[in-house]
């Protein structure tokens, strides 16, 4: 779930405020939750502490600055807030890799090839303006590469 505030890192805090009109409950990432008004006093386990690396001894706020792990076990202990910056960065929480150049030019022939079934299909089934929208589509594909 997202931040109701921000719309960008993971909500890890369930917030409940009470306010002239009622209650309001609000999930929050930590960073948010921190700007909420001075008589709101978080939890001491809503804010991380300056955990390191057991491997590497990078630091949280090292993390932070440089914006690079020092080892792979870097990523298990900074799991929570590598879940935030791919979020922000690729807009899921977990790392997806860039393509290989094989799987790269492999995948528009595949699609080329399911679209170039559809328009036999289209014909035989004359379907003509069924058809007529896969060739263009074919050919939007064939331009690109």
Do not use: W
């Amino acid at each position: 779930m997202r931040c109701e505030r921000c719309q960008q890192n993971t909500a890890r805090l369930t917030v409940t405020l009470k306010t002239k009109d009622g209650t309001k409950t609000s999930h929050l990432c930590p960073m948010c939750a921190l700007t909420l008004p001075t008589f709101y006093t978080p939890h001491t386990k809503a804010v991380r502490p300056d955990v390191s690396c057991s491997v590497c001894q990078m630091s949280l706020s090292e993390f932070r600055q440089g914006g690079r792990l020092g080892c792979s076990n870097c990523y298990e202990v900074f799991q929570l807030d590598l879940a935030d910056v791919l979020n922000r960065v690729q807009g899921t929480d977990h790392h997806v890799r860039p393509l290989p150049e094989s799987e790269k030019k492999a995948e528009p022939t595949d699609a080329l090839r399911g679209l170039r079934q559809a328009l036999k299909d289209a014909v035989e089934a004359e379907d003509y303006y069924l058809a007529a929208t896969i060739r263009d589509e074919i050919r939007e594909k064939e331009e690109r590469n």
